[in-house]
């Protein structure tokens, strides 16, 4: 062989050691250093927050954007968040949970299982008459995704081996919506995502019916992330925030939404509490990712 050749040789042989040993290292830093992702989707009026496990198990906390009057809205905001998974490296949704059947928190489903099978399908206790609902409920049947109807208490392991465990806090089991002080919004499932030391409160659409309920019921509700509940609305009680006290509050609402949100009472509550507080439609999606311990967070 000539020298040239086998120098060529040898530089392959190198280089292909090198990316091997980088692989290595890589693994073995997951492997010691599992992380959890949090993206907090800028969908504009709406929800959209996906958990992905250090397993590489998914959970997708709602998926919905509010249409003003303008078709077609869902297919573009679906078109600007599905590269946003893909960069989580996202092939299927392990779980799906909505946490209330009103549009903004479902309407981009049916178009993100057409994308991504999905194992299972955790249902809110509210129910909805309108066809979109009806739909998604279909889509989970035809998909042979099997639903569970949320309930008190319950808890799902996403990542049991690295403790990503999820347990519900509400509704309290019998209510009916619409029925006496529960509306749809109060009704909301309300999840606490625990991995470490670290935790997140998905609160829905709660408004102070649920949030009093919440506060009565003696949970722990401190977090270090606070999904504020009903888009940073007005309906948000100083009394839960300061039960939360979460350091990042991330407030899902559109720029310029024909409802005000979010409130500036509320705005100004968590920062009285000291908290960073993340408007998706001024900043634009969010992504946490944490050990369990520290966090770090990137505006995408
Ligand atoms: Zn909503």
Redesign the pocket.
Known sequence: MAERTKKTVRQIVLVALAFVAIKCVVEVYHEFNPTTSLLFADVGQ??CILVVAPNGKTLLVDAGTQIYGQEGREKETAQRILPLFARLGVRRLDVILVTHP?K??YNLVPILTKEFPASLFWSPIGENSEIEWQSVKAAMTNSRTETVVVQLGQRLWLDARNGVSFEVLAPPAGIVPKVSEWSP?DASTVLKLRFGEFSVLFAG?VGEAGQRWLLNSGVDLRATILDVP??GSKHNLETFLRAVRPKIAVISAGRQNPFGHPAPSTVEALERLGAIVWVTGEQGSLLIRTDGRNFNLTGL
Request: net charge negative; no cysteine; charged share 45%.
């Open positions: 709406g929800r009103d903004d928190h919004n659409d009903h888009h």
